[in-house]
């Protein structure tokens, strides 16, 4: 059964920095570009990074400088989050784009003072 398990979520301050990860069981992400995604009640879920098998990344606007995105082995992945804001408070999820695989639960950021 492939399973997406996002965790490392949590309560931050402004302008402090968390590191999700994300690992899939019975699949893999190699070679599939795997990206992170964020959803806030009410909205649509949203894309923030990509990264490729050749390790080539891609971001959005609003994350630009702050988050960067890895691989890990070959079922991980994960993304560093610095200088946090409250704007990015969301809950957040891994996949792959282009091949995409039952959605996790995601994992909940909350940035607040």
């Known amino acids: 059964q492939v399973q997406l398990v996002e965790s490392g979520g949590g309560l931050v301050q402004p302008g402090g920095s968390l590191r999700l990860s994300c690992v899939v069981s019975?699949?893999?992400?190699?070679?599939?570009?795997t990206g992170w995604y964020r959803q806030t009640p009410g909205a649509q879920r949203e894309y923030v990074a990509t990264?490729?098998?050749?390790?080539?990344t891609s971001y959005k606007d609003f994350v630009k400088g702050r988050f960067t995105i890895s691989r890990g082995d070959a079922r991980t992945v994960y993304l560093q989050m610095n200088s946090l804001n409250p704007e990015d408070t969301a809950v957040y999820y891994c996949?792959?784009?282009?091949?995409?695989?039952?959605w996790g639960q995601g994992t909940q950021v909350t940035v607040s003072s």
């Open positions: 990264v490729d098998r050749f390790g080539s």
């Open positions: 996949n792959r784009p282009n091949a995409l695989l039952p």
């Open positions: 019975g699949s893999t992400f190699s070679p599939y570009i």
